[in-house]
């Protein structure tokens, strides 16, 4: 059983910065695929990033490359996400999501085991 823990969110500017950051508790052994999705208002969750955490291979969808880094602290099992360069378009319900597979696996699909709480990120223009 793996628990996820978000917190960073919050409200800022059109050109702004976040750091969202996501807690890993539980019984974590290799394998562990960890990805930030969103939803926006009135739309479908959609994957932005995913690391997987024995190699760190990272995966970003198209609208956030060179604008955000998932990365993370393996000793304190904390994934971030970075996000600079925000835009009106980036406000949304993000959540952190896990699960155990093989790494040619751990992508940007809706279909993690363990998800988080949620943390409400808003971007004004």
């Known amino acids: 059983q793996v628990q996820l823990v978000e917190s960073g969110g919050g409200s800022v500017q059109a050109g702004g910065s976040l750091r969202l950051s996501c807690g890993v508790f539980g019984y974590i052994y290799s394998g562990l695929c960890i990805g930030w999705f969103r939803q926006p208002p009135g739309k479908e969750r959609e994957g932005v990033a995913s690391?997987?955490?024995?190699?760190?291979?990272?995966n970003y969808t198209d609208s956030v490359k060179g604008r955000f880094t998932i990365s993370q602290d393996h000793a304190k099992s904390v994934i971030y996400l970075q996000m600079n360069s925000l835009k009106p378009e980036d406000t949304a319900m993000y959540y952190c999501a896990a699960d155990f597979r093989p790494e040619w696996s751990c992508g940007l699909r809706n279909d993690k085991k363990y998800w988080g709480q949620g943390t409400q990120v808003t971007v004004s223009s």
């Open positions: 690391i997987y955490r024995d190699s760190s291979t990272t």
